[in-house]
């Protein structure tokens, strides 16, 4: 995108505004920019520039888009009921419905925080009051229901303006334009809250403009994010590009001067251009190939812009007969477009140095679809009702959100747009050769669910190729799926389980937690609290866990409501266990009270009232950071730290019990052993199974011994862990493993 500089002031808007706009569209916006301006007079940005300068940019990048002139002047007035005085009845009496709708689907919910503009007001209080307090500071006049920001309401704010994609997609729009002008003006902003802003943005924002195809949105929003996320890494790749700027410049000039007069004596013609690398893009395949910036091919590229599709093939015929095609670089996205669209020729070719070239070949309207993505549908076509591709995109995202009514919880939404809608696509077929589109990732359980609910429900195995694979299959592009079925039945809890890997898409869950619904309701709550026991029980917690308590702690009235909870799969085991963490049992008599409530933090452990004092984990009992713990003085070596059932803490005498301390977990700053035991039918490659999820997750084996008696193998492992939530998941996945009967933590003594 241009820089937005110009619209600072509104005749440099009127200058960017498309050839196409009517006197009556111009004076629109007139309009618009002059209650913008009214109502923002008061209000500065962080930069100290006069907020409306905020308006006038988001709406230039919009004018740029080309979008119709209701969404620029929705663009002017996009903050107005949120942050001023004014409210939507009084759009609606100035301006109409058209752009009230837009403005308030843009606001939505006008007493939630803005999560879109953090970086559009001076701060109210200083960075360490926002620290310390969690309030945004966003506004010189912060209203009262906008302070003490969380994440909850942060997602609540993105799941509304996603959903409003229901009623209009300029709202989406005119959300991007807002965030990326944040963007570029980040830098005003307090270190923290940079962060913060340009993690979202790669992880949502980003995201939501290359699902709908806006490339020159996309890139941009990567590049300032990577910049604030990763910044060592973006200034070495920055001053890689800049150190050789001049000399790869040479290069390309001679490169496209080569390609348009071989283009040219075959009578094609052609418009060759340098293409810009982006440092994420360039970044990114760094990791991928696991490559040094100096073999990333494509750094050196160019464009191709044909009249039709046979001169793009024609184009790469030539290409390749000149230079010699580089293997496994080729990429057919105009027989095979992307799930966005996206149209093109990919190659990379070794060119007359010898050195990597790569080169796209597209048409003109491929080109605009690539550079626009939705917003193509209105350049230069003043909204065109009889543009197919325009509403084919507008029917993907709504398919791929099907299931947005059945998630009431924010952070859940949101999450399942980053799996279901922003990752990649993956094509299957179904045995009678239809194509089926799911998010990359996905399972064979995902498969039947797409295909019908009940299959899904009675779905026991899969067959991929004609081969028989596990339920936790990835699939890939190109693969036959058939699902093997019983005649009746339900889905299994454990497929909710994220632990195991079973599902990935929003739609299956969905639809399992509903046929859970329906099952008895004591049924229910006997199954959950199944879960909830097995689960402490593996991780050693049990015996010391408060079930009221623990509810209470996680919003329930009693446990039978936390267990219904988990019956109906709303939530998992995996939420409680870290939970854990932090979670208070009730307190033992091992744990006397200590003078004072100054703390001091040694390593990972918190020693209440003393400060400097020495400790270690104690090897009786191994703690992991999680459990309840507490603190043995000994002598010369500091506090030794217990679980509070081991049996050595246990049998202290009375006059040694003076020597417990009240100790806490601090900050969690390595890992610690522990001794878990697994019971399995004995085979061939049990153990080397075992050893492959252990080294999958990064987990040390520091001691192994195996007893087996009459096909029975008791494996003894000694791990080391980070914390109870890892213990757990490690836990879970050995138990999936074919002939493990169980696998659990050791309890001490």
């Known amino acids: 995108m241009k820089s937005t500089s110009v619209a600072f002031t509104i005749d440099g808007l009127l200058k960017q505004l498309p050839k196409y706009y009517s006197p009556a569209d111009i004076e629109l916006i007139q309009r618009a920019y002059l209650v913008a301006e009214e109502a923002h007079r008061p209000q500065k940005r962080a930069s100290g520039e006069p907020y409306v300068t905020h308006c006038l940019a988001v709406a230039s990048i919009l004018a740029e888009l080309q979008v119709p002139p209701v969404a620029v002047a929705a663009g002017l007035l996009h903050d107005t009921v949120e942050d001023t005085e004014i409210t939507l009845a009084d759009l609606q009496r100035d301006f109409g419905g058209e752009i009230t709708n837009l403005v308030d689907g843009v606001t939505k919910l006008t007493n939630l925080p803005r999560v879109s503009r953090d970086d559009q007001h001076i701060d109210a209080h200083s960075e360490n009051a926002s620290q310390n307090t969690g309030e945004t500071g966003e506004s ?356 909710l389980n994220a632990n195991l890997g079973l599902v990935k898409t929003q739609r299956a869950k969905s639809k399992m937690r509903a046929w859970f619904r329906k099952q008895d309701r004591a049924q229910n709550i006997m199954q959950g609290r199944s879960l909830l026991e097995k689960e402490l029980q593996r991780v050693g917690m049990k015996e010391k866990t408060n079930f009221e308590k623990l509810a209470r702690e996680m919003g329930y009235r009693n446990i039978d409501e936390l267990s219904l909870a988990l019956g109906h799969g709303d939530i998992s085991v995996n939420t409680i266990i870290p939970q854990l963490t932090s979670y208070q049992c009730e307190e033992s008599e091992l744990l006397p009270s200590a003078p004072g409530s100054e703390s001091d933090s040694t390593d990972a452990v918190k020693v209440v009232g003393l400060k400097g004092l020495l400790t270690n984990i104690a090897k009786c009992c191994n703690p992991t950071y999680g459990d309840q713990i507490v603190g043995y003085i000994t002598r010369g070596r500091g506090a030794s730290i217990h679980r509070i059932d081991c049996p050595n803490i246990l049998r202290l005498r009375a006059e040694d019990r003076e020597r417990l301390v009240k100790v806490t977990w601090g900050s969690q700053i390595r890992t610690y052993p522990v001794p878990i035991h697994i019971t399995a039918f004995d085979r061939s490659g049990l153990i080397g199974d075992i050893t492959h999820i252990l080294s999958g997750d990064g987990i040390n084996l520091v001691d192994a011994k195996v007893h087996v008696d009459k096909g029975i193998a008791d494996i003894y492992l000694e791990i080391e862990v980070s914390d109870i939530n890892q213990l757990s998941r490690l836990l879970t996945r050995i138990e999936n493993i074919p002939n493990v009967l169980q696998a659990q933590r050791n309890k001490p003594g």
């Not at 990763?230 to 790749?237: A, D, W």
């Not at 095979?336 to 990379?348: G, V």
């Not at 605009?368 to 995202?397: C, F, L, V």
């Not at 991929?464 to 005649?487: A, D, F, M, P, R």
């Open 140 to 495: 010189e006049y912060p209203k009262p229901a906008l302070l003490g920001r969380s994440p909850d309401m942060a997602s609540e704010t993105l799941r509304k303006t996603f959903l409003a994609m229901d009623n209009d997609i300029r709202v989406v729009l005119i959300k991007l334009a807002d965030r990326l002008h944040n963007m570029r003006t980040l830098g005003f902003m307090p270190e923290h809250k940079r962060k913060r802003i340009a993690k979202q943005t790669l992880e949502i924002f980003a995201p939501l403009a290359n699902r709908m195809g806006i490339w020159q949105i996309k890139w941009e929003l990567e590049d300032l994010s990577f910049r604030y996320t990763n910044p060592e890494e973006y200034k070495k790749i920055a001053s890689h590009l800049t150190a050789r700027r001049t000399i790869r410049e040479k290069q390309i000039e001679k490169i496209v001067a080569d390609l348009e007069k071989m283009l040219a004596n075959e009578g094609i013609e052609a418009k060759v251009s340098g293409r810009p690398k982006h440092i994420y893009s360039i970044y990114r395949k760094m990791i991928s190939k696991d490559k040094p910036f100096e073999m990333v091919r494509d750094v050196r590229a160019v464009r191709v812009l044909v009249p039709d599709i046979p001169a793009c093939y024609l184009t790469l015929g030539l290409i390749h007969t000149r230079w010699r095609p580089i293997p496994n670089e080729f990429d057919d996205y105009i027989a095979a477009p992307k799930d966005n669209h996206y149209q093109s020729l990919h190659t990379a070719v070794s060119y007359d140095d010898g050195k990597p070239l790569e080169i796209q070949i597209r048409t003109e309207e491929m080109h605009e679809n690539a550079e626009y993505g939705i917003a193509a549908h209105w350049r230069y076509k003043e909204g065109n009702p009889q543009d197919t591709s325009y509403y084919q995109r507008i029917d993907d995202i709504r398919r791929m959100m099907e299931w947005r009514t059945d998630v009431d919880d924010a952070t859940e939404f949101v999450e399942s747009m980053k799996t279901d809608v922003f990752q990649d696509r993956v094509y299957v077929f179904t045995p009678n050769g239809d194509i089926i589109d799911l998010p990359a990732g996905s399972t064979p359980i995902d498969f039947a669910y797409h295909i019908h609910t009940d299959v899904g429900h009675r779905c026991r195995g899969a067959k991929v190729n004609g081969k028989l694979v596990s339920l936790s299959y990835e699939l890939k592009t190109g693969e036959q799926v058939q699902i093997l079925t019983t005649k009746r039945g339900g889905p299994s809890r454990d497929w």
